[in-house]
């Protein structure tokens, strides 16, 4: 059982344009509506959701619509696909500026090297350094890890915690004195998590967070998804034990 707690603290520590219906300057009418709710679980409601709300109605015409195709080849049409059609409309501009370069190498400029080119701009976005905050915990506080740190108890060791990403996604921390010694033997757990961790921009209002540990002798692979709030992001799960049920979330905000 400390084995699957830990998992989760490896998670903890180391972790939509227009609108057919409503325009940007029509947020107090969509504030009004029926419409209107939290959709980034930030417990508010405000110009974010709008712009979550534009993007999902827009997202829903264009799946109806003859232009949605699955442009990155993995036999599905979603949001990534839509991603990228939004994307191909600025092509033209692009192509047309100084900025417009052979990326990938073939000897000519294209399409390709303007997905590349894209995927760079999200990357630089992505790259800095993150602080953990608002760290909350609902559940059993016989939940624990290491060497008896309540999952309650977590979010203030995370405080000193600061997480580093390059411009590739690759992820790094440091992890004080404090932490390492409530962990226990079970540190190698968490700096193999950092190890292997990944962060991806998945799209303006979703960011995944990738990686894999070894426990007891098995590949365990882990990705969880946060959601853009005004300052950062959110991440929010529930995870069962037994019949018991925990809920943590926090906020990973860009120092």
């Not at 000897?107 to 701009?121: A, C, G, P």
């Amino acid at each position: 059982m400390k084995k699957i707690l830990l998992v989760l603290l490896l998670l903890v520590i180391t972790t939509t344009g227009g609108c057919a219906r409503y325009r940007r300057n029509e947020y107090d009418v969509w504030r009004r509506s029926e419409f209107a709710e939290d959709l980034n679980g930030d417990s508010k409601i405000d110009r974010l959701d709008f712009d979550i709300y534009q993007y999902q109605e827009a997202f829903r015409d264009w799946r109806n619509s003859d232009d949605a195709e699955d442009f990155n080849g993995d036999r599905k049409i979603n949001e990534l696909d839509y991603e990228i059609y939004l994307s191909l409309k600025d092509y033209d501009n692009w192509r047309k500026s100084d900025k417009a370069e052979d990326l990938n190498g073939d000897r000519k400029i294209d399409k390709e090297d303007f997905m590349i080119y894209l995927e760079n701009l999200r990357s630089e976005d992505l790259a800095g350094v993150y602080i953990i905050k608002n760290y909350e915990y609902d559940g059993s506080e016989f939940y624990y890890l290491g060497n008896f740190l309540s999952f309650s108890k977590v979010g203030e060791l995370l405080s000193n915690v600061r997480l580093t990403v390059n411009h590739a996604g690759r992820v790094s921390a440091n992890l004080d004195q404090a932490l390492l010694h409530q962990l226990g033997e079970d540190y190698q757990v968490v700096y193999e998590g950092l190890d292997n961790m990944t962060m991806t921009q998945l799209s303006r209002f979703l960011l995944s967070v990738d990686t894999s540990v070894t426990i007891d002798g098995v590949k365990v692979y882990v990705t969880i998804y946060l959601t853009k709030i005004n300052n950062g992001y959110l991440a929010t799960y529930s995870f069962f034990i037994g019949e018991e049920r925990a809920t943590i979330s926090f906020h990973l905000i860009k120092d």
